[in-house]
């Protein structure tokens, strides 16, 4: 996806003291900078904080989620990079193979190449991807972003990873089909009729992973324009996550529900939980084989793993997450 295409891409968030309302109709721009307002992080954690919403990651989160571990077993959460263009993956990934002969060994070497945002990549976005107003999360300016890199809220922030419990909300297991349908909203009591039926409570500093079942439509019907109908995340559940102090939110989509019903924006909830709440977001993900391993276990929490690669300056990576269980 182009540049021009992923910034249409944006949300706006704040830092929430009232419920978040249902989506109803359309919500105007003013009602969605109110949002931003009342779920902003801004200055929460000292006014140089680059780290946002995993502070809460704490030492003791990370050991609490450890002692999760009951098999060792692991699953990854991503998709095989993907080398085939079409219209959702314009940037595919590149891959060649060098053969030859160094120091009397034959060995092979890769060179790589990806522009990772956009909808066909499994990937973080990084705090610098997403801006409101002119400012990024914090309040630094979105002019702090050069050419050769993000001068604040960089990627490479998360060098030492995000060790955490994970918590998979599997939707269509919820609702009893294979898939929600192109387009469908879920909200903030859609989340907590899951956490009934299961009974798990999302709490602070938990990595909120939300299946649709995206991948098990393509098996059934193919591609479809996911830019003009994809199920997701109401730009609503922005005060949820706020109210529950999540840490880190990802999906098999992109998150945002699309059509969005933020009047004007693509992916409101993009740039809410990314600017207001310094929260980042993982698109694109694998979630058919952890929600497979989390329901023949009847677990839906599990020790989470993500490590991006350390790039200075990175508005985002790509990654491999892992479930162990």
């Known amino acids: 996806m182009r540049i021009q295409h992923i910034l249409a891409l944006a949300v706006l968030s704040s830092a929430g003291l009232a419920p978040a309302a249902e989506p109803s109709s359309t919500v105007s721009r003013a009602e969605f900078d109110r949002w931003m307002e009342e779920i902003s992080n801004w200055g929460r954690w000292g006014e140089d904080d680059e780290l946002?919403?995993?502070?809460l990651v704490t030492p003791a989160k990370s050991?609490?989620?450890v002692a999760l571990v009951q098999e060792g077993v692991t699953v990854s959460m991503a998709l095989d990079l993907n080398t085939v263009q079409d219209e959702l993956n314009q940037n595919p990934f590149r891959h060649s193979v060098a053969t030859g002969k160094f120091s009397g060994h034959d060995v092979a070497g890769d060179d790589y190449g990806v522009q990772y945002h956009g909808f066909a990549h499994s990937h973080i976005d990084g705090l610098p991807h997403f801006a409101h107003?002119?400012?990024l999360y914090n309040g630094f300016g979105f002019d702090t972003i050069k050419p050769t890199g993000a001068t604040k809220l960089g990627i490479h922030n998360l060098k030492n990873g995000i060790v955490s419990r994970g918590v998979l909300v599997d939707m269509p297991w919820f609702k009893g089909i294979d898939f929600?349908?192109?387009g469908t909203a879920i909200t903030a009591a859609d989340l907590e009729a899951w956490e009934e039926k299961t009974g798990i409570t999302v709490g602070s500093g938990d990595v909120l992973l939300?299946?649709?079942g995206r991948w098990e439509r393509v098996r059934q019907k193919g591609q479809w324009n996911f830019l003009a109908a994809a199920a997701g995340m109401h730009a609503s559940v922005a005060k949820w996550l706020?109210?529950?102090d999540v840490a880190l939110i990802g999906c098999d989509g992109v998150s945002d529900v699309m059509p969005s019903g933020v009047e004007g924006l693509a992916n409101p909830l993009h740039e809410l939980v990314l600017v207001g709440m310094?929260?980042?977001?993982?698109?694109n993900l694998n979630l058919d084989d952890v929600a497979q391993a989390a329901a023949s276990?009847?677990?839906w929490e599990f020790l989470f793993i993500g490590a991006p690669l350390r790039v200075v300056g990175g508005t985002g990576s790509p990654l491999n997450p892992l479930a162990v269980f």
Do not use: F, H, Q, S
């Open 63 to 65: 050991k609490a989620a």
């Open 297 to 299: 276990r009847k677990r």
């Open 242 to 244: 706020k109210e529950r």
């Open 210 to 212: 939300v299946r649709t």
């Open 52 to 55: 946002g919403t995993l502070n």
């Open 180 to 182: 929600l349908d192109p």
């Open 278 to 283: 310094g929260m980042r977001i993982l698109d």
């Open 133 to 135: 107003k002119g400012k």
